[in-house]
């Protein structure tokens, strides 16, 4: 076992005071392989992962990330830390207006002055990066065409491609394949899992689809009701595990 | 009232002689309110000594006018061409710092970006702008830095401060911050957020409030001369007040003119800058 990326202790989130999304998560994140998030609408898949790099501010408990507690870092801190965790979304969030080149180099956002940011003066190391990227994701003819233009596909790639050029050392995705079709959506965790294992990047992914999870991920996670009720390899979702995860049985084939 | 329709509907099947309801129930407080409306109007009439035979002298008076504004008379060239100028540089300048200023205060007043506490002093500033016209802030600043263009280009600054700086807000306030949030949770600082999650979304809004407010300016400021602001307005009161009638013709003429050579300016300002926004025109 490697050492982990990333570690969750007694974490808790309340969004209306008394009625917890989050009942006290821990987990712990390996430094390298995915782990899939499972778990029925609502169960507090998305708010976890916000959770740690503090899109949605928890309630409670510890988000322990390069040796130290991101729940408890001020705003510079916090700044620092998000430059390291790279973010995937359901619906891209993609800046529709800007083109492809300026997606991918805002994520360097975090290390480049905001005049020069504004100037579009990245370093040309980023700017050779974001190119070769580009490649890397089948994109290399789209840098300047604006993000709007592209399909749900090609905008995943370009997420994806954003997130890897902050270089981060764990990587989050919430839902990134529920927007595309089936063929769509293998094609970007096959992507995902490529550009992430190359790298040594631990991806921590929140996923519906278990058929989907059970073909990439290393590790499962199953939540239900806000508390984790299975963790483990893929092999091991039979089907008591899915009806503890999803409740019912009618569903599974 | 009405009732419950059903109920009203019941009662009809069980009682087919009873009164059907009306299908277009009177409102009265509609009725009452166009009835005081004509009141008013007969009444405020009746005030002003607004009377049938002054209109029809007023007409014959009226043409008399007209008469004697044609034809047109350049009278001062160079008056005219210096007062033209003088609103020219007005109406740009002032859009200029109005715009430069009005970016900070629209974005501090974004409810959806700053927290109330700077949302309401930066509020406050934009209804302060806004409560008055251009001419009263022009007589103030014309007491304050004396007569002159200064006192124009201030003037109508603050107007556009006011008018850019409330329409700013409301555009930011109705982004998506799915956009900001991806690139706040790079690790960007805030300006680089505001550089690259809120300005591409509005920036075409925001170029279209600032055109409209430059063709705005244009037409304020051949007026804030008329309080000794600056620019064609003083030009034109003063002939005005010699009766040169044919050289107020031809100074109308000539704003006429520029208010149209504004508006094309405008729109050329539009196609340069959302040039490459082609597509998102709402």
């Known amino acids: 076992m490697s050492a982990a990326a990333l570690v969750l202790r007694g974490l808790s989130k309340e969004y209306a005071k008394g009625k917890p999304v989050l009942h006290g998560i821990s987990l712990e994140i390996s430094d390298r392989g995915i782990t899939a998030i499972i778990g029925p609408s609502g169960t507090g898949k998305s708010t976890l992962i916000r959770c740690i790099n503090r899109l949605v501010e928890p309630t409670a408990g510890e988000v322990i990330f390069g040796g130290q507690d991101i729940a408890k870092l001020d705003r510079k801190a916090l700044r620092l830390a998000r430059r390291q965790i790279g973010m995937v979304f359901q619906e891209y969030n993609l800046v529709e207006r800007l083109t492809v080149m300026e997606n991918l180099l805002s994520g360097r956002l975090g290390y480049v002055s905001p005049l020069r940011a504004w100037l579009r003066r990245y370093p040309p190391a980023d700017i050779e990066r974001a190119f070769a990227l580009l490649e890397n994701v089948g994109l290399a003819s789209y840098a300047n065409q604006r993000a709007d233009s592209l399909s749900g596909g090609q905008r995943q790639r370009v997420g994806i491609a954003r997130a890897i050029m902050q270089e981060p050392r764990l990587l989050l995705a919430d839902e990134p394949t529920s927007s595309l079709d089936p063929k769509t959506s293998v094609e970007i965790m096959s992507l995902m899992r490529e550009l992430c294992t190359e790298r040594a990047i631990p991806v921590m992914v929140n996923m519906h689809d278990v058929e989907l999870a059970k073909r990439f991920a290393d590790r499962i996670v199953g939540m239900s009701d806000g508390s984790v009720v299975y963790d483990g390899a893929p092999g091991g979702l039979s089907d008591e595990v899915l009806k503890a995860i999803y409740g019912g049985e009618d569903w599974i084939a | ?282």
């Open chain 2, 1 to 282: 009232m009405n009732g419950d329709p059903a109920r009203v509907a019941a009662k009809a099947l069980t009682h087919p002689a009873a009164v059907a309801p009306s299908a277009f129930p009177a409102n009265w407080w509609a009725r009452a309110g166009w009835i005081a409306l004509a009141a008013y109007v007969v009444y405020a009439t009746s005030r002003l000594d607004f009377t049938w035979t002054r209109f029809v002298v007023g007409l014959d008076q009226g043409a008399r006018f007209i008469g004697r504004m044609l034809p047109p008379r350049i009278a001062q060239p160079d008056t005219l061409v210096k007062g033209l100028t003088e609103s020219l540089e007005i109406a740009i300048l002032a859009s200029s710092l109005g715009i430069l200023v009005s970016l900070p205060v629209g974005l501090f007043a974004a409810r959806n970006l700053m927290p109330a506490w700077v949302t309401w002093p930066a509020r406050a500033l934009i209804a302060m702008c806004r409560s008055f016209h251009p001419v009263i802030v022009a007589i103030l600043f014309v007491k304050a830095v004396g007569f002159g263009a200064l006192a124009g280009i201030l003037a109508l600054s603050v107007a556009s401060v006011g008018f850019i700086g409330k329409l700013f807000a409301d555009a930011i306030e109705e982004i998506s911050l799915k956009q900001v949030e991806a690139v706040r949770a790079t690790g960007a600082p805030f300006l680089s957020v505001v550089g690259y999650g809120v300005m591409p979304q509005v920036f075409s809004r925001f170029t279209g409030f600032a055109t409209y407010q430059l063709d705005s300016n244009l037409r304020n400021s051949t007026m804030v001369g008329i309080v000794g602001a600056g620019g064609i307005g003083g030009t034109l009161f003063a002939a005005f007040q010699r009766f040169d009638y044919d050289f107020v013709c031809a100074i109308l003429l000539s704003i006429i003119g520029m208010i149209m050579a504004g508006e094309v300016l405008a729109s050329w300002v539009r196609s340069v800058f959302l040039e490459r926004g082609k597509v998102d025109e709402e």
